[in-house]
């Protein structure tokens, strides 16, 4: 049975802040060549707004999610990330931004009509990156996620900001843990899928990938993460 590791014991990797412990792997370089790919991938498919999830909590998903974005950051002027994690949002916590209104809030406003998509949007900047990063934190927490995330308003929303936005990201729970992930998935272009090579069994992420594609969500691609350094695997691959 594989370990599972408490958020403690996790330590995440970021590629704006790396130090003399990363010197013997490019993290940047990885997260650079997958930015690649999601690029080559837009020019007939148009994956402008694309997902991320995982099996289970744990598998550097939304570490993953953020450096993804950081790289977009460093290139695009219009990058756009969501937290649509509703049960356990994290990243207004790595970034350190206020979760007071964000995605719950601007659709409830939207469903009144008294809200403009963007006024939740908070920007995340960094000497390091070339523009701000855009964060949509989670907002309030609401008793009925999966109901909110699989809602016309919703995939509306994300249609919209699309028009807004050279990129979005989003964060989302694990497909075994919640259902969330799928009607996230169907909204928007496709969905990389995160597996952890030290925490996920074979079974486990042949499950979760199966119900991703009964459910006709588009898969992008899988990224690896924990390799082992003195691994050959590159980290990404396509479906």
């Known amino acids: 049975?594989?370990?599972?590791?408490?958020?403690?014991?996790?330590?995440?990797?970021?590629?704006?802040?790396?130090?003399?412990?990363?010197?013997?792997?490019?993290?940047?370089?990885?997260?650079?060549?997958?930015?690649?790919?999601?690029?080559?991938?837009?020019?007939?498919?148009?994956?402008?707004?694309?997902?991320?999830?995982?099996?289970?909590?744990?598998?550097?998903?939304?570490?993953?999610?953020?450096?993804?974005?950081?790289?977009?950051?460093?290139?695009?002027?219009?990058?756009?990330?969501?937290d649509c994690d509703l049960r356990q949002p994290q990243i207004h916590k790595y970034l350190k931004l206020s979760n007071r209104s964000g995605l719950t809030d601007t659709l409830l406003h939207l469903r009144d009509h008294d809200s403009h998509p963007e006024k939740a949007i908070q920007k995340y900047e960094h000497t390091k990156l070339q523009y701000p990063l855009h964060v949509l934190t989670s907002g309030t927490l609401v008793p009925n996620p999966a109901e909110i995330l699989s809602s016309q308003l919703f995939k509306k929303l994300i249609a919209d900001l699309k028009e807004r936005y050279d990129f979005?990201?989003?964060?989302?729970?694990?497909?075994?843990?919640?259902?969330?992930?799928?009607?996230?998935?169907?909204?928007?272009?496709?969905?990389?899928?995160?597996?952890?090579?030290?925490?996920?069994?074979?079974?486990?992420?042949?499950?979760?990938?199966s119900i991703l594609k009964q459910?006709?969500?588009?898969?992008?691609?899988?990224?690896?993460?924990?390799?082992?350094?003195?691994?050959q695997r590159y980290g990404y691959g396509y479906y």
Do not use: W
């Not at 993290?27 to 997958?34: D, P």
């Not at 939304?62 to 990330?81: G, Q």
């Not at 989302?172 to 925490?199: E, K, Y």
């Open 1 to 82: 049975m594989k370990k599972q590791h408490s958020p403690k014991a996790r330590q995440a990797i970021n590629v704006l802040e790396l130090n003399h412990r990363h010197r013997q792997f490019d993290y940047q370089e990885v997260y650079r060549s997958i930015r690649t790919n999601i690029e080559f991938s837009s020019l007939d498919a148009s994956a402008r707004a694309i997902a991320l999830t995982s099996c289970q909590p744990f598998e550097a998903k939304t570490t993953t999610a953020l450096n993804l974005a950081f790289i977009f950051a460093m290139k695009y002027a219009r990058v756009l990330l969501i």
């Open 168 to 209: 979005l990201l989003l964060d989302c729970p694990p497909v075994l843990s919640v259902s969330d992930a799928v009607p996230i998935g169907r909204s928007v272009d496709g969905t990389l899928f995160i597996l952890s090579t030290q925490d996920t069994t074979r079974r486990q992420a042949r499950l979760a990938i």
């Open 215 to 231: 459910n006709n969500v588009h898969l992008l691609g899988t990224i690896m993460t924990k390799v082992p350094l003195t691994s």
